[in-house]
């Protein structure tokens, strides 16, 4: 199994900045891709962000790309979400994600983000 825990959220005026971290343990070598989520209140949770483990391939939804920039550090065990230029829409609590060889998808217990106008 795959534990993480997110950290890093908080309130930010609208054009700030944070930078969001998640720490995995557990079976990591097992860990073929990580992601980040989002869930606003009312709404689906909906993939954000995606790194691969063992290379480097990114993936990101539109609503973010030249905003949001994943970034990992396997010798840490460690993902991370350098977020810029956030608006009031990217309100929500987010969730990582790990997807890992025979356990499939493993979560955080996330960690809200509030960009105020």
């Known amino acids: 199994q795959v534990q993480l825990v997110e950290s890093g959220g908080g309130l930010v005026q609208a054009g700030g900045s944070l930078r969001l971290f998640c720490a995995a343990s557990?079976?990591?070598?097992?860990?073929?891709?990580m992601a980040w989520y989002r869930q606003a209140p009312g709404k689906q949770r909906e993939f954000v962000a995606s790194?691969?483990?063992?290379?480097?391939?990114?993936n990101y939804a539109d609503s973010v790309k030249g905003r949001f920039t994943i970034s990992r550090d396997n010798a840490k065990n460690t993902v991370y979400q350098q977020m810029t230029s956030l608006k009031p829409e990217d309100t929500a609590v987010y969730y990582c994600?790990?997807?890992?060889?025979?356990?499939?998808?493993?979560w955080g217990q996330g960690t809200q983000v509030t960009v105020s106008s």
């Open positions: 994600n790990a997807q890992a060889m025979w356990t499939g998808d493993h």
């Open positions: 557990g079976s990591t070598t097992t860990i073929t891709r």
């Open positions: 790194i691969s483990w063992g290379g480097s391939t990114t």
